[in-house]
């Protein structure tokens, strides 16, 4: 049974700092690649961060490029995402993925999903 949990949330101010973290069970860690999403209220949810959990390669969306950093500790099954320089279009609920990367980087979420982690940052 796959799970993933995330921890780490909470409130900031802007220009604060955050690190949640997954940590999944029940699939083959080192293999595929992990992601973080969120989801503001009325959006939809978008990917934020992908690691391909193998060689550590990273992607991101361009409007948290140089603040956030993705990272994962494959003995631990945990997948990390470091937030800084926080502002308050960040504020969203904030999910971890497990999937694939293509041959050009592109990611592919499976259908397992943790419960959300809340990230609000007030001006």
């Known amino acids: 049974q796959v799970q993933l949990v995330e921890s780490g949330g909470g409130s900031v101010q802007a220009g604060g700092s955050l690190r949640l973290s997954c940590r999944a069970s029940?699939?083959?860690?080192?293999?595929?690649?992990m992601a973080w999403y969120r989801q503001a209220p009325g959006e939809q949810r978008e990917l934020v961060a992908s690691?391909?959990?193998?060689?550590?390669?990273?992607t991101y969306v361009d409007h948290v490029q140089g603040r956030f950093v993705i990272s994962r500790d494959n003995a631990k099954n945990t997948v990390y995402l470091q937030m800084n320089s926080l502002k308050p279009e960040d504020t969203a609920v904030y999910y971890c993925?497990?999937?694939?990367?293509?041959?050009?980087?592109?990611?592919?979420?499976?259908?397992?999903w943790g419960q959300g982690t809340r990230v609000t940052v007030s001006s």
């Open positions: 029940g699939i083959v860690f080192s293999i595929g690649a």
């Open positions: 690691i391909k959990t193998s060689s550590g390669s990273t």
């Open positions: 993925s497990t999937g694939l990367t293509d041959s050009s980087g592109n990611y592919h979420p499976s259908n397992y």
